[in-house]
């Protein structure tokens, strides 16, 4: 027979006082540990910031000079001011363009920052590539372009987006070309995410879209017409205006919509054309273009277009009309004496949104010779329309007794109270 | 940095550390005597203590903001005339024209060219009436 394991009550004061002692010298080890990483690391951004301040005058007369960055920095550069003078250049980077932009970029290759960025994108941790990669992007070197396509395949998304970034900051056609193709692969990458880069890098990228166009699938033909648009490039109106007689529906839509967005006046009249095409979302992103062009040339074709069998392109043509000053408000009281009841009530709404119909409401009680005829004509208009709810809010609420009882009399309401 | 030396007292009003430092090395190095104001208390009274030929600054700063501060030198007499350039990150059409619609001389959008703000920097200090 085994006997009980009994603890006496020293043996529970020894246990009790042993826990304690091991758990607060683990407590105490923690906090010395923590003391003298916090001192390392103040101790750290203390150097780099007295560094900092003796490197600053040597580098802003370097970035506003003309002479190479080693005649400002003759002891040479350490690691750690290697740090403090991509810091600098990277925040000269933040605030300042032109030259200064240019100089700090011509020193990031000149002290081998460029090729060391580079060389890191090799690197086994995926956060250094990434980390690679964003100041490869912020060095904009041409240099690099072609590890940076390279990273474009990385296995980890975040290197693969921050190469693609930093390609798109670069801005030659050759590191271009590779997001263009990424428009391709709507698995990989996100369109809008790319197409932003494109767009970022304006002009430049117009080029090597417009060359790549016709190799591209539909889907991708889709953003880059888009890019065409935000970007509002004018060298690309003339493949949009192409693509107004696609044989596919989406693209001629989004080439209307972007030559809208582009604004040039003189694709007003193939535009126009658009507002007959078999599709309605064609008609309807015409219209809406037509609505962005300072121009009055299309004033009949979104007159018509208003009678359009499609909601979305009677609004669009209403919405264009009430842009087009003068020309589009008389369009649109035309339309009120239309036969057609969607145009005529999509024209009141309009002519109610731009302000015309205070206008006109106004004239009720205008001594200027005509003034009161038109007013008159137009809100028998309206009656006809039985838009009776409209007039009966004015009569009611309009700040000029004088208007208020005009309008009642004509609507056969009891004269309103003074 | 720059081939010319001018003259002119300016004040440089900015939150951010960088671009405080490099517009005072910029425009000391070009001849200007040069005070400079982290937030918008600062530049206010560095203003009145300095009496500046010109004020340099941002819209967005600590206490007072940009406008605030444009409205207050236009409605004293004593810096009523007080050429300001205005250098902010802010884009807004509507920003930039209330800027000029309370006094501003001139709006530079960040990020700025160094070599155009000294050129904007000379040609405001250089209609100044002799003597002044």
Partial sequence: MTQPFVLSTAGVYDLVVNVLWTVSTVFLFLLVVIIVNKAWRESREGFAERRRAEMEPALFRYVMGTEPVEKFIPSGVSRRDWLVLEKVFFDLLRVARGNVNTRAREAFESLGMVDHYAGQLDSRRWWLRAEAAEKLGLMASERPTRRLIEAMTDPIPEVRIRAAQALGGIGTPEALRPLVGALRDAGRWSAIRVGGMLIAAGDDAVDVLLEEFRNLPDAARISAIDIFGRIKSLRACRLLLDLLKDPAPDLRARAAYALGMIGDPTNAGALAGCLGDPEWSVRAMAAKALGRLRETESVPALSAALSDPQWWVRANAAEALRGKGGAGQDALLHVLDSDDPYAAQQSVQMLQESGVLDTFVGMLVSTAAGEQTRALGVMAKLVKLRRIDLLTEVARDHPDRMVRQRLAALLGLPAPVA | ?132
Avoid: W
Avoid at chain 2, 11 to 21: G, Q
Avoid at chain 2, 23 to 52: H, M
Avoid at chain 2, 87 to 97: A, H, N, P, Y
């Fill in chain 2, 1 to 132: 940095m720059t081939g010319t030396k001018a003259g002119g007292k300016i004040v440089v009003a900015d939150d951010d550390p960088i671009v405080l430092k490099f517009l005072a090395a910029l425009l000391k190095d070009a001849g200007y005597e040069v005070t400079t104001a982290e937030d918008g208390e600062k530049a206010l009274s560095r203003i009145r203590e300095a009496q500046p030929d010109l004020v340099i600054m941002d819209l967005v700063m600590p206490y007072h903001d940009g406008f605030e501060i444009t409205r207050s030198l236009r409605n004293s007499p004593a810096t009523r005339q007080l050429p300001i350039i205005i250098l902010s990150m802010k884009d807004r059409e509507s920003d930039v024209l209330r800027c000029f619609e309370l006094g501003a001389d001139d709006y530079i959008r960040k990020p700025f060219n160094a070599l155009e703000l000294l050129a904007r920097v000379k040609k405001i200090l250089d209609r100044r009436p002799a003597g002044a």
